[in-house]
T-cell receptor
Framework: ETGVTQSPTHLIKTRGQQVTLRCSSQ?????VSWYQQALGQGPQFIFQ???????GRGNFPPRFSGLQFPNYSSELNVNALELDDSALYLC???????????FGPGTRLTVL | GESVGLHLPTLSVQEGDNSIINCAYS??????FIWYKQESGKGPQFIID?????DKRQGQRVTVLLNKTVKHLSLQIAATQPGDSAVYFC????????????FGTGTRLTIIP
C-alpha cells in the first residue's frame, strides 16, 4: 500500500451536477497530482498542487478545479458534469527528494 | 506533441517464463521514466524507475532498459507468476515545466498457468 487514500470509492452523479473528490497524500509528501483514467486508457494529467498552489495543468476545462490544504491533502472539483467525465480519478502524491508519484486506489465516477 | 506509446496492447506468457514489455516515447526532453502495474479496480502501483543518465536498472525480478538513441524503454519480468497478470504502463516526465507524468495506453500481461 502507498499510504495515499481517496474518497469516495465510487460515485454516481447525473449530468449537470457537481462533484468533489478527496485525496490524502502519503506522509512526508507535499505534492498531489490528479489524473483522469478513462476505461482502457492510460491516466491523463489534470493538474498538480505543490504547497497549496497549482503547479501545472493538463488539457482540461476550467470546470475542473482543485485545492490543496495545509496538511497537503487535496480536493478535485468538477462542475457541470458531462457524460464523458465518467472515469477513474486518481490522485498521486510525491515529494521530498523523490520524483516518483505514488497513486491512491482511485474514485470511480459514473455520470448518467 | 509528446506521447508515450506501447508496441503491443496484449501479451500472454507462460508461467515461469520471462516477459518483455516495450514502450516508445517521443519527447527528447524526458529525463525520468517509470513503470507502473495496474490491477483491475486498483490504482497504478510503482514497479521501477530509471533516469535518463542510466541505461539499465534492476529490481526484484524486474529490469528496466532505456535506449535514448531510439527513445525506447522496456520492462523485463523474470520468472513470471500469476500475480504478474495486470496492465503495465510506462510513464515519462520531462525536466521542463510542471511535474506531470505522461502515460501510454498500457499493455495487458496475462500469465498462463
Amino acid at each position: 500500500e502507498t499510504g495515499v487514500t481517496q474518497s469516495p470509492t465510487h460515485l454516481i452523479k447525473t449530468r449537470g451536477q457537481q462533484v468533489t473528490l478527496r485525496c490524502s497524500s502519503q506522509s512526508g509528501h507535499n505534492t498531489v497530482s490528479w489524473y483522469q483514467q478513462a476505461l482502457g486508457q492510460g491516466p491523463q494529467f489534470i493538474f498538480q498542487y505543490y504547497r497549496e498552489e497549482e503547479n501545472g495543468r493538463g488539457n482540461f476545462p476550467p470546470r475542473f478545479s482543485g485545492l490543496q490544504f495545509p496538511n497537503y491533502s487535496s480536493e478535485l472539483n468538477v462542475n457541470a458534469l458531462e457524460l464523458d467525465d465518467s472515469a477513474l480519478y486518481l490522485c498521486a502524491s510525491s515529494g521530498g527528494a523523490e520524483d516518483t508519484q505514488y497513486f491512491g486506489p482511485g474514485t470511480r465516477l459514473t455520470v448518467l | 506533441g509528446e506521447s508515450v506509446g506501447l508496441h503491443l496492447p496484449t501479451l500472454s506468457v507462460q508461467e515461469g517464463d520471462n516477459s518483455i514489455i516495450n514502450c516508445a516515447y517521443s519527447n527528447s526532453a524526458s529525463d525520468y521514466f517509470i513503470w507502473y502495474k495496474q490491477e483491475s479496480g486498483k490504482g497504478p502501483q510503482f514497479i521501477i524507475d530509471i533516469r535518463s543518465n542510466m541505461d539499465k536498472r534492476q529490481g526484484q525480478r524486474v529490469t528496466v532498459l532505456l535506449n535514448k538513441t531510439v527513445k525506447h524503454l522496456s520492462l523485463q519480468i523474470a520468472a513470471t507468476q500469476p500475480g504478474d497478470s495486470a496492465v503495465y504502463f510506462c510513464a515519462e516526465k520531462s525536466n521542463f515545466g510542471n511535474e506531470k507524468l505522461t502515460f501510454g495506453t498500457g499493455t495487458r500481461l496475462t500469465i498462463i498457468p
